[in-house]
């Protein structure tokens, strides 16, 4: 086979991948940043709910706990374009006793708030968008998705020094169910209490 020819194949090749990333992928993610980026999350849906073999398993760790985050790809050119995702990230959440189904509840919690407040940043960027505002940089958005996130902090953090973590478990599930219209959450909520 002459070189020419080779070559010629490799292009084809290199094009096909290409299109198949971009017919693919690119309906899902933002750009090739944001799927290397998310490649070892979990990514928030409806349909997703967190399991203990999410979390890394440490016998000689006490406790558990769930580490989220949110996020964000964008630009601020007109028009504003901005994808946001509120993540699980199992490399850095763990869990001594996979048995306390309470401890999931809690996780599963801590999951949704955060997608709360990832559609509340959402509605923010649809109001910008909708007042075409132009003086947005890229160092705004930035700020923006660390304010949602030190919110839902604050938050979370209320929960964990609350006197009676339950109830207050139970006030941020309702919270979420009216958030999210999430009808399912109180179903899951009986179901732990009941285990």
């Known amino acids: 086979m002459s070189r020419v020819w080779k070559i010629i194949i490799i292009l084809v090749s290199a094009l096909s991948l290409f299109l198949i990333f971009r017919l693919f992928f690119m309906k899902y993610y933002y750009d090739f940043q944001e799927y ?27 406790g558990h706990y769930s580490k989220v985050g949110l996020s964000a790809r964008y630009n601020s050119d007109d028009p504003i374009l901005f994808r946001s995702k509120a993540v699980f ?76 973590q339950m109830e207050y478990l139970e006030k941020i599930e309702k919270r979420i169910a009216q958030e999210l219209n999430y009808k399912q959450l109180t179903t899951i909520a009986i179901f732990y209490s009941f285990n």
């Not at 070892?40 to 999410?54: A, G």
């Not at 968008?129 to 938050?155: H, L």
């Open 89 to 164: 990230i199992p490399k850095e959440s763990y869990a001594s006793d996979t048995t306390d189904l309470v401890n999931l509840r809690i996780a599963q919690a801590k999951f949704d708030l955060l997608e709360v407040y990832r559609r509340e940043m959402e509605l923010e960027v649809d109001n910008l968008r909708k007042q075409k505002v132009d003086f947005y940089k890229p160092s705004d958005f930035k700020k923006m998705n660390e304010r949602y996130y030190d919110m839902f902090d604050d938050e979370w953090q209320r929960f964990i020094d609350a006197e009676n």
């Open 36 to 62: 290397w980026t998310l490649r070892d999350k979990i990514v928030w849906s409806e349909s997703t709910k967190l399991k203990w073999s999410d979390f890394l398993n440490l016998n000689d760790e006490k």
